[in-house]
């Protein structure tokens, strides 16, 4: 497979980071939105938040 340029597009690709800058943030903003939405929520004192740790598994 060969790549080529059209359409004048730079050789460095900056054409297309700018283009998928933005899809890419939003994909992975929405996971991380996921992920948190998941998980318990944190605990407010630093006791709450160290028993919480350390009861975490390795999974």
Same mark, same amino acid.
């Given at each position: 497979? *060969? =790549? *080529?340029? *059209?359409? /004048? @597009?730079s050789p460095d690709g900056q054409d297309?980071? +700018?283009?998928?800058? /933005?899809?890419?943030?939003? +994909?992975l903003s929405g996971r991380a939105d996921a992920l948190r939405r998941a998980l318990p929520p944190r605990p407010?004192? =630093?006791? /709450?938040?160290? @028993?919480r740790l350390r009861a975490l598994g390795e999974d």
């Open positions: 497979m *060969t =790549a *080529t340029l *059209t359409d /004048g @597009q297309l980071v +700018a283009r998928l800058r /933005g899809p890419v943030r939003d +994909a407010h004192d =630093a006791r /709450g938040r160290y @028993q």
